[in-house]
């Protein structure tokens, strides 16, 4: 099994940036697909990006393209999800989670999942 730690939520100005992390312990990333989700209070779970550990694959929402960035660190056995120009209605949790399949939008192929961060974005 795969365990997942989310770091790097926090308070931040509309516009402004965020670097979250997710830490993989367990088992070494380069085995899987690692996407990002945020799901904000009363609303349904969303996909945010997805990237293949070893070939560095990548799918982004058309929502997050331009100004969400994933990439990785293999020393670290850690991914990381730049955001900049972030607005207020995307305060949320945000998750990262792991799938033996390739990038893919769909939750139900994630098995597991750290336990989010806080994301707080100010008007």
């Known amino acids: 099994q795969v365990q997942l730690v989310e770091s790097g939520g926090g308070l931040v100005q509309a516009v402004g940036s965020l670097r979250l992390s997710c830490a993989a312990s367990?088992?070494?990333?380069?085995?899987?697909?690692i996407g990002w989700f945020r799901q904000a209070p009363g609303k349904e779970r969303d996909f945010l990006v997805a990237?293949?550990?070893?070939?560095?694959?990548?799918y982004y929402a058309d929502s997050v393209k331009g100004r969400f960035t994933v990439s990785r660190d293999d020393a670290k056995n850690t991914v990381y999800l730049q955001m900049n120009s972030l607005k207020p209605e995307e305060t949320a949790v945000y998750y990262c989670?792991?799938?033996?399949?390739?990038?893919?939008?769909?939750?139900?192929?994630?098995?597991?999942w750290g336990q989010g961060t806080q994301v707080t974005v100010s008007s």
């Open positions: 367990g088992r070494t990333l380069n085995k899987y697909t």
């Open positions: 990237i293949r550990w070893i070939a560095g694959n990548t």
């Open positions: 989670a792991t799938t033996n399949v390739s990038p893919t939008v769909r939750l139900e192929d994630y098995r597991y």
